[in-house]
């Protein structure tokens, strides 16, 4: 829900009931992530994805019957899945499954969605947690939480109030959408309840060093995937805003003290990317001898294989372990073939997504690799299901 919640923040101001329809739990080759969501307003407009096409018609007839139901609309979460009958009907045809929870929202009545999604549209670190599976009156019944803790909302017991706002925060520190089990008088044990954790927090970083042709090309595919992008330069004439204007920040400094200070400043953590593009020892070095001992998500560097090995030899000279030295990743970027700038800073974001999601980078034609890598088993126990 919260990866849409920029438009259901602008329909819960407006008043405006809505059915949501979120991915819990996925296995096999299913497209989307537990989290996606797809919802629907009063008026029948939908926004958003559960499957990237495949059971869309049949989810958004769910948010229909939730919404023409009123108030006595009842929470539903259905799986989806391949069947030599449905398959090109309702079903994946991936051959995958898919488990979606389906829930009318009424602004005025639940305060805790209100406020969550006014969090994660204000960029904030929010998330809002959901009984997915458990007796039917505690289905749908939610919290919202903040980064320090707070919490808003309830699910029917002080206690167990308490219990699924410390296991859901953990997820929320790690800034990961999941699913958590608690039992249902509030201790770890007993009588299951699963939550769907559903967390939201600023963009992660992309930091570019080096305001070289290429790097716009870089700034522009990093905003393409998501990320906040700093540009950086230590020379004026080249880091300016007119050259690339589409970066959320252009800083002119020696790279490795602009390191320093965001670092300082709590601004790098470890989904943050670092891209080098300067292959220049006197920016490189200090730079990298920074870089490489962050718990950051990836360590780029541009440059010949040649310029690579000398890289190699100046890096260890000023201390960097053989440990370090295997996180950089250099010559930057997936062989593509690549020449222009454009199709360089396709083959830097083809790694930067390989290495995130797991992915082997290999050509899908004739692989035996998976295309949707698994994530959380479906939720074995259901409530209003039809196994597939």
Do not use: N
């Not at 495949?54 to 989806?80: I, M, N, T, W």
């Not at 969605?113 to 009984?131: D, K, P, Q």
């Not at 970027?333 to 360089?344: I, M, V």
């Amino acid at each position: 829900m919260l990866d849409i919640a920029d438009e259901l923040h602008r329909w819960c101001r407006q008043g405006r009931p809505f059915a949501v329809a979120t991915v819990v739990a996925v296995g096999g080759s299913a497209p989307r992530q537990p989290g996606a969501a797809l919802a629907v307003d009063s008026d029948g407009t939908a926004i958003g994805s559960v499957s990237g096409g495949c059971v869309e018609g049949a989810v958004y007839e769910l948010c229909k019957e939730a919404l023409e139901s009123g108030d006595s609309a009842e929470p539903v979460l259905q799986r989806f899945g391949y069947s030599d009958d449905d398959a090109f009907a309702v079903g994946l045809t991936c051959g995958g499954v898919i488990d979606i929870f389906v829930q009318r929202v009424d602004p005025g009545v639940r305060p805790e969605f209100t406020a969550a999604l006014a969090a994660a549209a204000a960029g904030e670190t929010a998330a809002v947690a959901r009984i997915v599976e458990g007796p039917a009156e505690l289905l749908g019944r939610a919290l919202a939480l903040r980064a320090d803790g707070r919490y808003e909302g309830s699910l029917g017991d002080p206690e167990r109030d308490r219990t699924a706002a410390a296991e859901a925060h953990a997820l929320l520190e790690a800034g990961r959408t999941g699913t958590i089990g608690i039992g249902a008088d509030g201790s770890r044990c007993g009588e299951p309840l699963t939550l769907l954790v559903e967390s939201s927090v600023p963009a992660p970083r992309m930091i570019v060093f080096g305001a070289i042709d290429f790097a716009g090309a870089v700034v522009k595919v990093g905003k393409f995937l998501g990320y906040e992008v700093t540009l950086c330069d230590a020379r004026p004439v080249f880091a300016t805003r007119a050259r690339f204007p589409e970066a959320d920040e252009v800083i002119v400094d020696w790279p490795h003290r602009y390191l320093d200070e965001t670092t300082a400043a709590g601004r790098v953590d470890g989904r943050t990317v670092i891209c080098v593009l300067t292959h220049d020892a006197k920016f490189d070095v200090p730079l990298l001898e920074r870089a490489l001992k962050l718990p950051i998500a990836f360590v780029g560097a541009m440059g010949s294989r040649r310029t690579h090995l000398d890289r190699l030899e100046r890096l260890r000279e000023v201390g960097v372990t053989e440990l370090e030295l295997a996180r950089l990743r250099s010559p930057i970027g997936l062989d593509l073939g690549a020449r222009t700038p454009e199709e360089t800073a396709l083959s830097i974001a083809a790694e930067i997504v390989a290495h995130r999601r797991g992915g082997s980078g290999v050509p899908l034609t004739g692989a035996h690799t998976p295309i949707h890598h698994e994530a959380e088993p479906p939720i074995a126990r259901r409530v209003g299901s039809s196994a597939a």
